[in-house]
Nanobody, 122 residues
Framework: QVQLVESGGGLVQAGGSLRLSCAASGLTFSSYVMGWFRQVPGKEREFVAV????????DYRDSVAGRFTISRDNGKSTVYLQMNSLKPEDTAVYYC???????????????WGQGTQVTVSS
C-alpha cells in the first residue's frame, strides 16, 4: 500500500532553518503531484506548497513564499521542504500528501503521511 513518511521536524529558534523530507513507497512517485500542508490544533489543515510531477511547477501559500522551497527527487521517491527564516507562526504539524493532479486544496489529496512536528520558539 501507499506509504508517505515525513522526517526532519523539530524545535528551532525563530530565524532558523529546517529541512523536511517525505519518502514515498507503494506508488509510482513520478506520476503524483506532491504537496506539503500544515495543521495547528483546533484549526483546519492548510496548504503550504505543491510541486508538479516533473518538478517544473511550484506554488506556495503567501505567508511562506520566499522563505520555503519545495523540491523533489523522483529517483529517490522523496519530496523536500526547505524552510528558512522560520517564524513562531510556522509552528504546526507538517504533512506531505500525494495526488494525481495539481491542486493547492487539501481535499483532492488521496494519500497522506503521519505528520512531523515543527516548533519555532521566539
Amino acid at each position: 500500500q501507499v506509504q508517505l513518511v515525513e522526517s526532519g521536524g523539530g524545535l528551532v529558534q525563530a530565524g532558523g532553518s529546517l529541512r523536511l523530507s517525505c519518502a514515498a513507497s507503494g506508488l509510482t512517485f513520478s506520476s503524483y503531484v506532491m504537496g506539503w500542508f500544515r495543521q495547528v490544533p483546533g484549526k483546519e489543515r492548510e496548504f503550504v506548497a505543491v510541486i508538479s510531477m516533473g518538478g517544473s511547477r511550484t506554488d506556495y501559500r503567501d505567508s511562506v513564499a520566499g522563505r520555503f522551497t519545495i523540491s523533489r527527487d523522483n529517483g529517490k521517491s522523496t519530496v523536500y521542504l526547505q524552510m528558512n527564516s522560520l517564524k513562531p507562526e510556522d509552528t504546526a504539524v507538517y504533512y506531505c500528501a500525494a495526488n494525481t493532479y495539481y491542486s493547492t486544496s487539501v481535499y483532492p489529496y488521496d494519500h497522506w503521511g503521519q505528520g512531523t512536528q515543527v516548533t519555532v520558539s521566539s
